[in-house]
């Protein structure tokens, strides 16, 4: 079949397997190139990765098996294709991984499944001694990775399923939208979160189930005495604020910085110091899910306008690689964790470009002077529309998308 992207309400409902085959490929050779003659010493031996399929999560474990070698554990839940169907994203993504991963023979489990239930974390145990034993290293891993993203979580000790909301706190929230596909602009929002939301929010985004994998994994002993774990978060500017640092995601971010200083504090109990955990404020970038909340179209596109003017821009395979290579692992960093470098709040900040005043101004200034006359020059909507559809595996540089596709096999 022809596949082409199926856009409703800025939501791609398709995927083509070719086009995220060859964006899986591009950034292996992207880590390839900047991490592989770069070790550190103690570099990642052996990575797990809970949220592996898209996003930062791809690009993390990209970087540590093809950056530095390591073999890799990843854990998502994906739709499968079938031959009449496309799958979805990250089910491409994940097989063209462990595809890339056998042909360069570096040790690779993918798991497909529920990450917050007990026997995902039982299974990935079983899967981190298999990967260490094909690479003939002791089953510990020695870098935690922690990128879900997800709507809902069923908790496994009541069996309670939970759902987030990306909605204000105490008020609604009203702001100018973008439609990357005709330029136009809008006022949306939404209305205020309900204590039950915002506890649900928590529930399904904050730090309770990062918490939960390293009981699980120290349990089962796959824990290394220097283990490194990282999760995602993001805060982004003030106005972006109403709707996600204050609101009912930013209480559930909130929780995750909760869950990394209590993993440090367990790991300090232990007497394990050169274990520890941080949070990493990333950048912002086009996912599956940004162009869905208020203003953060019109702000990103304005953003990366700005930034990729200055030089700044990054994607996520990029971020992550000045993450491993800037923060975790410098030559200083990788052997004590106390020179990894991280803000007066002990988070790493990949955002740092971002938030610097004069990128932050002349957003903010672009902002202000945006219209539907003017949007494809003073913004990168095009960019961002770009971004959004490469995600899905369209809009791929060298894919012919008139040919016939089967949506099963990737080549």
Not at 67 to 88: C, D, H, Q
Not at 201 to 216: F, H, S
Request: charged residues 25%; aromatic residues 8%; negative net charge.
């Amino acid at each position: 079949m022809v596949l082409k992207p199926m856009i409703r309400n800025n939501i791609c409902l398709n995927s083509h397997p070719q086009g995220c085959a060859k964006v899986v490929r591009g950034q292996i050779e992207y880590a390839q190139q900047h991490l592989a003659d770069r070790h550190p010493s103690p570099s990642p031996r052996l990575a797990l990765v809970v949220g592996c399929s898209t996003g930062y999560g791809l690009a993390s474990r990209i970087a540590a098996a093809f950056g530095y070698g390591a073999a890799t554990v990843g854990i998502s839940l994906e739709k499968p294709a079938s031959a009449t169907k496309p799958g979805t994203p990250g089910w491409y993504n994940n097989r063209t991984f462990d595809m890339e991963a056998a042909n360069a023979g570096i040790p690779a489990k993918t798991l497909d499944g529920d990450a917050f239930s007990v026997e995902m974390k039982a299974a990935a145990a079983a899967a981190v001694r298999e990967a260490a034993a094909a690479a003939g290293i002791p089953g510990e891993i020695d870098l935690l990775i922690y990128s879900l993203a997800s709507p809902v979580r069923t908790d496994p000790r009541n069996g309670v399923m939970y759902r987030s909301v990306i909605k204000p706190i105490g008020e609604a929230y009203r702001g100018k939208t973008l439609d990357m596909l005709t330029g136009k602009i809008a006022v949306s929002g939404a209305e205020p979160a309900t204590e039950e939301e915002i506890a649900g929010t928590i529930k399904v985004m904050g730090g309770e189930d990062w918490e939960l994998w390293i009981d699980a994994l120290e349990k089962e002993g796959v824990l290394s005495p220097s283990v490194r774990t990282v999760a995602y978060t993001y805060i982004g500017p003030e106005i972006s604020w109403p709707i996600y640092k204050n609101g009912a995601i930013g209480r559930a971010k909130e929780d995750l910085e909760r869950a990394g200083r209590a993993i440090n504090e367990r790991f300090a109990r232990g007497g394990a110091p050169l274990r520890r955990a941080w949070v990493s404020v990333n950048k912002a970038l086009v996912t599956r899910a940004s162009a869905v909340i208020p203003v953060i179209p019109f702000y990103v596109s304005c953003l990366f306008k700005v930034m990729k003017e200055k030089g700044l821009h990054e994607g996520c395979i990029e971020q992550i690689v000045r993450l491993y290579q800037d923060r975790l692992y410098t030559p200083e960093g990788a052997q004590d964790p106390d020179k990894v470098p991280v803000d007066r709040e002990g988070r790493i900040r990949l955002d740092d470009w971002e938030m610097r005043e004069d990128v932050q101004q002349e957003t903010l200034a672009r902002m202000e002077k945006v219209t539907e006359e003017n949007v494809f020059t003073l913004s990168d909507i095009k960019g961002f529309k770009h971004d959004f559809l490469e995600a899905h595996g369209f809009d791929v540089p060298g894919i012919d998308y008139e040919l016939e596709a089967d949506p099963s096999v990737i080549v």
